[in-house]
């Protein structure tokens, strides 16, 4: 395992980031709270699984403090930090993250099979042989939201490829 090394936190210099994905903090904001320099802080884990952190009472993601601290300034205002291992949002070493595009960024998610499409989502009330069974049947589109008690919305969708995409059309 690689040595840690440790660099100030870009724009908070009261705060280091390690390339092992750890934040800790360098300076006391007032004498009576010494105590806590050089405490590596805890952090908590957002909705979407990734971890936050509170530096001066900012809400920060640390993979983007890590990213900016061990591989520069963003290459565009909307650039995004991608997670090159598969347990992606969990660990936030420098050498597991790049900066990326948004498409790249699900592209690799899906290559990865890190999202939550279809089956895998647990409010899915459809699976991916239900959806293939939709797209062939000539029932009306009526019948089938009866059927699978979904709406014919969604039936609508279904069919013409905009919902479930990630099911390929078969001809």
């Known amino acids: 395992m690689q040595a840690e090394e440790w660099r100030?936190?870009?724009?908070?210099?009261?705060?280091?980031?390690?390339?092992?994905?750890?934040?800790?903090?360098?300076?006391a904001a007032h004498s009576?709270?010494?105590?806590?320099?050089?405490?590596?802080?805890?952090?908590?884990?957002?909705?979407g699984r990734y971890l936050q952190v509170q530096l001066n009472g900012k809400p920060?993601?640390?993979?983007?403090?890590?990213?900016?601290?061990?591989?520069?300034l963003p290459p565009d205002p909307n650039a995004v930090v991608m997670h090159i291992d598969e347990d992606a949002e969990l660990y936030n070493a420098a050498w597991n993250l790049k900066w990326g595009t948004t498409a790249e960024n699900i592209e690799d998610w899906i290559a990865k099979k890190r999202t939550l499409a279809g089956s895998r989502n647990g409010n899915a009330k459809l699976t991916e042989d239900d959806i293939r069974a939709i797209r062939s049947s000539s029932e009306t589109q009526r019948s089938l939201a009866s059927k699978y008690r979904v709406s014919r919305g969604l039936i609508s969708m279904i069919k013409n490829g905009k919902a479930w995409a990630h099911v390929p059309m078969t001809e």
């Open 8 to 27: 100030t936190a870009p724009g908070h210099s009261d705060y280091e980031v390690s390339n092992h994905g750890r934040v800790r903090r360098v300076k």
């Open 32 to 47: 009576h709270l010494q105590w806590r320099v050089g405490t590596v802080l805890k952090g908590n884990k957002t909705k």
């Open 60 to 72: 920060l993601f640390v993979h983007r403090l890590v990213a900016t601290a061990f591989h520069g």
